[in-house]
Structures are given as structure tokens and as C-alpha cells.
Nanobody, 120 residues
């Protein structure tokens, strides 16, 4: 199994920036990679994805502010977040999609996640 560890979360003021990292235990070149988030009291929601051919997808709520990228050589995935808003507050999770897309909700296969808190 491919193990994923998220990091980089923290407390940031509204309008600020933060970059999240996802480190994989093995090769990610064959996987679509996605970021999801769970806000307090809500279900996991799609944030961003990057496919095996580097096509990117974003939720409307983050489009233009967040950028997903991948470094296959280092087995790393990143989520650059800018112009952060209080509604971005959530625990962020990385996911690997063996089908190559990355934007489908994996259901119950979430890892530890990393918490992002945006203060107003």
C-alpha cells in the first residue's frame, strides 16, 4: 500500500498563504493525486487534483487561489494556498488514485491529515 503523510498545516491570518506537502512512501507516477478537506462538522470535500498526465482540477471555492503540483522524482505532492479565507479552515488530506484521476472521493481511506486554521 502507498502510505501518505501530510504536513505544512498551521494557523494563518485571512489573506495569508500556506503550502501543504504530501510525502508518499513509494512511486506516485502511476497515481492521480488529490487534496480533500474536512471542515468542522462537515464531510470530506474535494479541493484539487492532478492526474497522471498533469491535468489539474479545482473546486470552485479554491480556483484561482490554490495550486496543486507534483514531483514524481521525489514522490511529493504540494498544495500552494494563497489569499486564504476563514472558510478554508479544515483538516486537509492527500489521496492517491490508482485510476489516475485524483478527484474522486476515496470514501474511508483517509490518513492523518494536516490542520489548517484561517483566522479572520
Amino acid at each position: 500500500q502507498l502510505q501518505l503523510v501530510e504536513s505544512g498545516g498551521g494557523l494563518v491570518q485571512a489573506g495569508g498563504s500556506l503550502t501543504l506537502s504530501c510525502a508518499a512512501s513509494g512511486y506516485i507516477s502511476g497515481y492521480g493525486m488529490g487534496w480533500f478537506r474536512q471542515a468542522p462538522g462537515k464531510e470530506h470535500a474535494f479541493v484539487a487534483a492532478i492526474t497522471t498526465d498533469d491535468t489539474t482540477y479545482y473546486a470552485d471555492a479554491v480556483k484561482g487561489r490554490f495550486t496543486i503540483s507534483r514531483d514524481n522524482a521525489e514522490n511529493m505532492v504540494y498544495l500552494q494556498m494563497k489569499s486564504l479565507k476563514p472558510e478554508d479552515t479544515a483538516v486537509y488530506y492527500c489521496n492517491a488514485d490508482p485510476n489516475g484521476y485524483g478527484y474522486l472521493n476515496p470514501g474511508d481511506s483517509w490518513g492523518q491529515g494536516t490542520q489548517v486554521i484561517v483566522s479572520s
